[in-house]
């Protein structure tokens, strides 16, 4: 099955960009999207991108898409301490059309 | 637009007891339904899926007898914990997939903010 993987944690200073990346394996997904958690809350649609786009700007937010290598990144401009939270990459599964999540990485922004 | 709620926000109960979660699409309708778990620290993990009006598809290794679903509408999906043991104490999300027009492309799901269940 999908496979999506993140790396683990994200430590950045206020005011810095923030990459963050996410690999998967199934290229198969119409939309690739990001979402945001924060602690004992449910996930906030951030942004999308479309699998036939390279690249999706708005506002703070820069999604970049490679299919070639089946790379997603989410670039966070001028990180705020509000930014600070788990945020999920996810996939819409295909034929299935669920949402196969990441892992999440943790996004700890240092004022 | 795209507000999906769930009720109640947390919920302690003891043990043999049955907690039912109820997630609702504010301001849309919502064909599809899903229901997530989540531990702490980890990612999601659907339970199931379920249609307005059909019975819901359940994921591998999830008892359709313990964690009961019902869509019977539109706007509203709910989750029966039945017999819950501690075991069962978890971070439960619904999400809601809309018809286009719902804010993002067709297969977007938005996401309540999830229920706190503590077994005790």
């Known amino acids: 099955g999908e496979d999506v993987e993140q790396s683990l944690f994200l430590s950045v200073r206020e005011g810095d960009s923030s990459v963050i990346n996410c690999t998967y394996t199934d290229s198969s997904s119409t939309y690739l999207y990001w979402y945001k958690q924060e602690p004992g809350a449910g996930l906030q649609l951030l942004t999308y991108?479309?699998?036939?786009?390279d690249m999706k700007q708005d506002q703070r937010l820069t999604v970049l898409l490679n299919k070639k290598d089946k790379h997603l990144s989410l670039r966070i401009a001028d990180t705020q301490t509000g930014d600070s939270a788990i945020y999920f990459c996810a996939g819409s599964g295909g034929a299935t059309n669920k949402l196969i999540f990441g892992t999440g990485t943790l996004l700890a922004v240092q004022p | 637009g795209a507000v999906v709620s769930q009720h109640p926000s947390w919920v302690i109960c003891k043990s043999g007891t049955s907690v039912k979660i109820e997630c609702r699409s504010l301001?849309?309708?919502?064909?599809?339904m899903f229901w997530y778990r989540q531990f702490p620290k980890q990612s999601l993990m659907l339970m199931a899926t379920s249609n307005e009006g059909s019975k819901a598809t359940y994921e591998q290794g999830v008892e359709k007898d313990k964690f009961l679903i019902n869509h019977a509408s539109l706007t509203l999906s709910t989750l029966t914990v039945t017999s819950a043991h501690p075991e069962d104490s978890s971070f439960y999300i619904c999400s809601a997939r809309g018809k286009m027009g719902a804010g993002g492309p067709a297969d977007t799901q938005y996401f309540g903010p999830g229920t706190r269940l503590t077994v005790l």
């Open positions: 991108i479309f699998s036939n786009m």
């Open positions: 301001d849309f309708q919502a064909t599809t």
